[in-house]
């Protein structure tokens, strides 16, 4: 079991930045993909980014602004997020799972609770 507990989001105004933060619990976490999703009001969650060991995807309307690494001896996952637009503005949530990268959100097993993240222009 993986619990995942989601920080650092926050309001800043359009072109700056902010680091999101994921915490997981759970011994084999440096074995598990880790991926961003977002979602803003009526919209479906979507892909952001992903990770596994130093294999990285991202969607394309982030691509080049956003960064995700991972610091596994502290069990962390960021999302680093500069060059902000209004059309950032959603909650962003963490996920994880067993095996291989996955740009699906059904693929993933285990959620956070999400963190809004508001980008005024």
């Known amino acids: 079991q993986v619990q995942l507990v989601e920080s650092g989001g926050g309001l800043v105004q359009a072109g700056g930045s902010l680091r999101l933060s994921c915490a997981a619990s759970?011994?084999?976490?440096?074995?598990?993909?880790t991926g961003w999703f977002r979602q803003a009001p009526g919209q479906e969650r979507e892909f952001v980014a992903a990770?596994?060991?130093?294999?990285?995807l991202y969607a394309d309307s982030v691509k080049g602004r956003f960064t995700i690494s991972r610091d596994n001896a502290e069990n962390t996952v960021y999302l680093q997020m500069n060059s902000l637009k209004s059309e950032d503005t959603a909650v962003y949530y963490c996920?994880?799972?067993?095996?291989?990268?996955?740009?699906?959100?059904?693929?993933?097993?285990?959620w956070g609770q999400g963190t809004q993240v508001t980008v005024s222009s």
């Open positions: 996920a994880a799972r067993r095996g291989p990268m996955s740009t699906a959100r059904l693929d993933y097993d285990y």
């Open positions: 759970g011994r084999t976490f440096s074995s598990y993909a």
């Open positions: 990770n596994r060991w130093s294999s990285t």
